[in-house]
């Protein structure tokens, strides 16, 4: 009977853990913006990340207007956690 209750109970979370991931999910797709994926250029500007302080090039940056400028990011991630934390 106790492996019974086990099983049910990892069952329980495991559906619940894919819950949280597929609402994280489509929280995430209002989420614009764009990223290049090609080499930076010799001598590019570098450009601050304002949520986890990273430096990354120009081109590489993930890139979101905000209130009518842009931001760059490091990663989507990051977009996210900016974008989280102004609501």
Known sequence: ????KVLILLILIYVGY???TSLRRVKSQGVRG????????KGE??????VCGTY???SQAYIE???????YF????CCEK?????K
């Open 1 to 4: 009977m106790n492996i019974a």
């Open 18 to 20: 894919k819950v949280v």
């Open 34 to 41: 764009y990223r290049v994926n090609s080499a930076p250029p």
């Open 45 to 50: 500007d570098l450009v601050q990340d304002p």
């Open 56 to 58: 990354i090039p120009k």
């Open 65 to 71: 207007e905000i209130e009518g400028s842009q931001r």
């Open 74 to 77: 490091c990663s989507r991630e």
């Open 82 to 86: 900016y974008l989280s934390g102004r």
